[in-house]
């Protein structure tokens, strides 16, 4: 089992920047990928990034070139760095980890990200 609990969430002006942690313990061995992904209400949580060991980054098409994702390499912690932040990147944030070899995905319980003018 792992466990992910996220840090860093809060509210911001338009053009603010928010930084998010997100802290593993457990089984950290087995984390393959590490990820962000955000809900907002009645809406599909979507992945905002992803990271794999080797450092290969993805990230979706909203948040490009204004977040950023890393992680230390004895894959416990991922962050997420949000710059240029709008008032649609208002969201909860989950920290995910997928398991090495597997289909299994670990959830941290969320962190709110309110963007607001």
């Known amino acids: 089992q792992v466990q992910l609990v996220e840090s860093g969430g809060g509210l911001v002006q338009p053009g603010g920047s928010l930084r998010l942690s997100c802290a593993a313990s457990?089984?950290?061995?087995?984390?393959?990928?590490m990820g962000w992904y955000r809900q907002v209400p009645a809406k599909q949580r979507e992945l905002v990034a992803q990271?794999?060991?080797?450092?290969?980054?993805l990230y979706a098409n909203s948040v490009k070139g204004r977040f950023a994702i890393s992680r230390t390499n004895a894959k416990n912690a991922t962050y997420l760095q949000m710059n240029s932040l709008k008032p649609e990147d208002t969201a909860v944030y989950y920290c995910?980890?997928?398991?090495?070899?597997?289909?299994?995905?670990?959830w941290g319980q969320g962190t709110q990200v309110t963007v607001y003018t």
């Open positions: 990271i794999t060991p080797s450092g290969t980054t």
């Open positions: 995910s980890a997928r398991e090495l070899g597997s289909s299994t995905v670990y």
């Open positions: 457990g089984s950290i061995s087995r984390i393959y990928a």
